[in-house]
């Protein structure tokens, strides 16, 4: 009796993982977010920023992706960050039986005073 549990309980978990899924998906390379100059670059640190929302049965959206909301995110974790250098992007989507999650990545080098 404790085995058909068991076997049940597999086969419960295997449908539940079933209904997720995920996507990632390369967006584009940039050298910066906004026009620098090459000869004067001060180099902060690395940084990723985030923007997400959520679509109902996944193409509902609730809110809009925001790329600048993902630049500001990545520049806020370096006091004086002005721009992003090297920029790379991705976007995520994670889906349930009822609802996505998505969710747009920005990272790079941050350049500042």
Known sequence: MNGKKTHQGI???FLLLSLISCIHTPL???PSSTPVDPNN????GH???KSSYISVLGFIPLDNPDFNAAIDDAL???NGGKALINVRSYATTVSFVFFSIHSITIEGDVIGN
């Open 76 to 78: 806020s974790n370096y």
């Open 47 to 49: 940084a990723v920023g």
């Open 11 to 13: 086969i419960f978990i």
């Open 41 to 44: 670059l001060n180099v902060l």
């Open 28 to 30: 584009a390379i940039a």
